[in-house]
């Protein structure tokens, strides 16, 4: 099945039943997973990069998204970066790429087409960009 799974999440409820669906998924080939936190920033002309999280929340989740998938006997890896808004499609898909995983698994806020269409999504974003398997979880 899948040896190699890059889980992408963020602070919402969908971040977490991500996790899960990792695991089980895991769990079904003994494979590794690596849990890929984007800390976004904002790049303001006259003030340059504003956070629009704390680093250190995205560190937090991260690892507890590890540790969560350890205790399941999962080898894991936590991996946090910042980079700008409307970047982290790219993002997640260099990290595909650079540990070369058979799936990526992210949530899904649920917003409705046409705030979907105005805002864009990471999850429709990173669908289209992928070359592999992606398992969006609602």
């Given amino acids: ?13 969908a971040s977490d039943r991500a996790v899960a669906a990792a695991k089980d998924l895991a769990t079904l080939s003994k494979g590794e997973v690596w849990v890929l ?10 003030m340059g990069q504003v956070p629009i999280e704390s680093d250190n929340d995205a560190v937090t989740q991260a690892d507890a998204a590890v540790k969560t998938l350890t205790d399941a006997g999962i080898t894991a890896h936590a991996e946090v970066r910042e980079t700008t808004f409307g970047k982290a ?7 595909a790429k650079l540990h070369d995983v058979g799936v990526i698994v992210m949530g899904s806020r649920g917003r ?5 269409l105005v805002l864009g999504s990471t999850a429709h974003k990173v669908i289209h960009l992928a070359d ?4 969006v979880v609602r």
């Fill in 1 to 13: 099945m899948y040896d190699k799974i890059l889980v992408a999440v963020d602070h919402s409820a």
């Fill in 89 to 95: 499609a790219k993002e997640i898909m260099a990290d």
């Fill in 132 to 135: 592999r398997p992606v398992l």
């Fill in 112 to 116: 409705g087409d046409a705030t979907g």
């Fill in 37 to 46: 936190h984007l800390a976004e920033h904002e790049v303001i002309a006259q």
